[in-house]
């Protein structure tokens, strides 16, 4: 019923930035939160932030936290990253995801997924 689409992804340098978006589509709604995620290779997902679609209460996991803004514009229903002074550890594919009901890290309680883009870092 949802579609969620990324793009923004790509390669920079340390110490560079990327903007990350995600569009959705098909019966949106303005409930639950809107999150990001991403996986390296060999590693388990990874909780990056999420934003309240609501009242646009926000979440970050701490290796982000201060570097990545995430946002939203409703009216576009689309929902940002903004990351900014990128390391090597950040490179992952990088997946938008969203949930019908209450904040959770958990990727596991996730209703709807992005297909993934790759941002990579390098030194």
């Known amino acids: 019923q949802v579609q969620l689409v990324e793009s923004g992804g790509g390669s920079v340098q340390a110490g560079g930035s990327l903007r990350l978006s995600c569009a959705a589509s098909?019966?949106?709604?303005?409930?639950?939160?809107m999150g990001w995620f991403r996986q390296a290779p060999g590693k388990e997902r990874e909780f990056v932030a999420a934003?309240?679609?609501?009242?646009?209460?926000?979440y970050y996991a701490d290796s982000v936290k201060g570097r990545f803004t995430i946002s939203r514009d409703n009216a576009k229903n689309t929902v940002y990253l903004q990351m900014n002074s990128l390391k090597p550890e950040d490179t992952a594919v990088y997946y938008c995801?969203?949930?019908?009901?209450?904040?959770?890290?958990?990727?596991?309680?996730?209703?709807?997924w992005g297909q993934g883009t790759q941002v990579t870092v390098s030194s």
């Open positions: 995801a969203g949930i019908t009901s209450w904040y959770t890290p958990d990727p596991r309680m996730y209703d709807y």
């Open positions: 098909g019966r949106t709604f303005s409930g639950g939160y």
């Open positions: 934003i309240r679609g609501t009242t646009g209460t926000t």
